[in-house]
């Protein structure tokens, strides 16, 4: 069964994809720095770039957007056709309204289209292309053939439609409803953009929870489950024929469901395959690098055959991780050599399969001599290593876990602790720089969990406390430090 299980605080929320206790996707966003992809702008063009057919537009951050034909939301993959590509017509001075298909990364500047596309659950409405199309998903030709038809037959003059994979089980009426939704929409759109202010946000894309909802609309998901009464009402009408279901556990959501030790480990450089096998994931500034090896898998046949079944098993948990880290860009797979020529053809095969069940286009390249193999994933939101790992200051060029998934480990572990001890007062020493941020998260009691209500919970700075070191206890510290404040069980 599939579970959407959705982690909310005021700080920072969190989504996670589960297929029988699987954690197949994860995604995670602070509230007050969340991405801005999908967002429509009224901008001011700068600079013209007539040779790249590009140009950069002015949207009021601090870097410029850069503005290229033939950018898209749109992934021309996932429909199996060529969207209708249009000219650049813009001059410097020129007021346009144009989208955000990918976020800031680095010194980039956001990446922008005047191709408006507007989501929802069914469809994705093109307000300045009539173009149809329905998601390759959809199998059936004369399921095709039909929805195809009926969004032409509602389709107002100029615009168009993209039918998606959730529409093939939809009801006639729901699409409809959406489709006139979608509509109105866009002339809300256009309202607001004539009233707005040059280089200025028009229209603001989702939230991570709404995102997520749509982009797992096509999955089959049974089950959505909320940690937040209020969030979960606004779910409603939102998640077709699947259950919402507001979890009121005393543990984390997540770590009810047993998806906390999961996440967890996306932050690992190694990750090892069942055979005792693993895989290296190395992120550099220019592309990912990821190096496969036998580990502890020994074979029972000869080396050839070893190193075949390892590559194998690796392709696919290679596939599962890029989706579950969110790694774009691109990357280089070192698998390892192998003699026989059908082996490596079945390997680049196994791989390129098991990346069907990845929503981002990606593109395979063949392998070299060498057993490398590369392949780039569509970038637009930062990747989960954005917010679950932070650069060593130590090692000059690694990383480490970040400071706020440190938070939320520690809070899953304070919470297990108070449970099963059946303390009403604990006593929590940190570093520095972790006392700082659960200080900046605004992190309260009950945000750590609803089984203890009128518990006290005292935050320290514990002396010479590395980044990764903390004490939970009873007993409190003596002498008390100057540094501590109590976690209150103030309403969120």
């Not at 202010?197 to 709404?210: A, C």
């Not at 449970?419 to 570093?431: E, I, Q, R």
Request: glycine share 6%; proline share 2%; charged share 25%.
């Amino acid at each position: 069964m599939k579970q959407l299980l959705l982690d909310y605080t005021p700080y920072c929320t969190r989504a996670a994809l589960v297929e029988d206790g699987e954690l197949i996707e994860f995604s995670i966003e602070k509230n007050a720095a969340k991405g801005i992809v999908g967002n429509i702008y009224k901008g001011k063009v700068e600079n013209v770039l007539s040779g790249m057919e590009a140009a950069f537009v002015n949207i009021g951050l601090e870097r410029n957007g850069f503005l290229y034909v033939g950018e898209s939301l749109v992934d021309s993959k996932s429909i199996g056709a060529t969207m209708p590509r249009k000219k650049l017509n813009v001059s410097p001075g020129d007021i346009i309204m144009c989208q955000v298909v990918k976020d800031q990364f680095g010194q980039k500047g956001a990446r922008l289209t005047t191709d408006i596309t507007l989501p929802g659950y069914y469809l994705v409405l093109l307000p300045t292309s009539s173009f149809i199309g329905v998601s390759r998903k959809v199998v059936s030709q004369r399921r095709r053939e039909y929805l195809e038809q009926l969004v032409t037959s509602i389709c107002p003059e100029g615009m168009g439609f993209i039918l998606r994979s959730a529409a093939d089980k939809a009801q006639d009426e729901d699409i409809i409803s959406e489709a006139e939704s979608l509509i109105e929409l866009w002339r809300q759109v256009q309202a607001d953009y004539k009233r707005a202010k040059d280089k200025s946000v028009v229209f603001e894309e989702g939230n991570l929870f709404d995102r997520a909802l749509r982009d797992t609309f096509g999955e089959d998901v049974e089950k959505v489950v909320v940690n937040d009464e209020e969030v979960a009402k606004s779910l409603e009408g939102k998640v077709g024929d699947a259950a919402i279901e507001v979890y009121n556990g005393e543990r984390n959501i997540m770590a009810h469901f047993n998806v906390s030790e999961q996440i967890n480990r996306i932050c690992d450089r190694r990750v090892y395959l069942e055979n005792g096998a693993y895989i290296v994931i190395d992120k550099t500034e220019a592309l990912t690098v990821i190096d496969v090896n036998t580990g502890k898998f020994a074979g029972s046949k000869d080396l050839e055959d070893t190193v075949y079944k390892t590559n194998l098993a690796a392709a696919v948990c290679i596939a599962k991780q890029l989706r579950l880290r969110n790694i774009s860009g691109i990357v280089v797979i070192d698998f390892i050599d192998m003699q026989n020529e059908e082996h490596k053809e079945q390997v680049i095969e196994t791989l390129k399969e098991a990346l069907k069940n990845d929503r981002l286009k990606t593109s395979t390249v063949g392998m070299t001599p060498l057993g490398l193999v590369e392949l780039t994933r569509k970038k637009t939101r930062l990747q989960n290593d954005e917010y679950l790992l932070q650069n060593c200051t130590h090692c000059h060029g690694g990383y480490t876990i970040s400071n706020l998934q440190l938070v939320f480990m520690l809070r899953d572990e304070l919470l297990d602790y108070m449970l099963s001890n059946k303390c009403d007062v604990v006593y929590v020493g940190v570093s520095q720089v972790i006392y700082d941020t659960i200080a900046e998260c605004e992190v309260n009691a009950k945000q750590i969990g609803k089984g203890i209500e009128n518990k006290k919970i005292y935050i320290y700075v514990g002396e010479r406390f590395s980044r990764q070191k903390h004490v939970i206890s009873e007993n409190a510290p003596d002498p008390l430090p100057a540094n501590m404040f109590e976690l209150v069980n103030q309403e969120d």
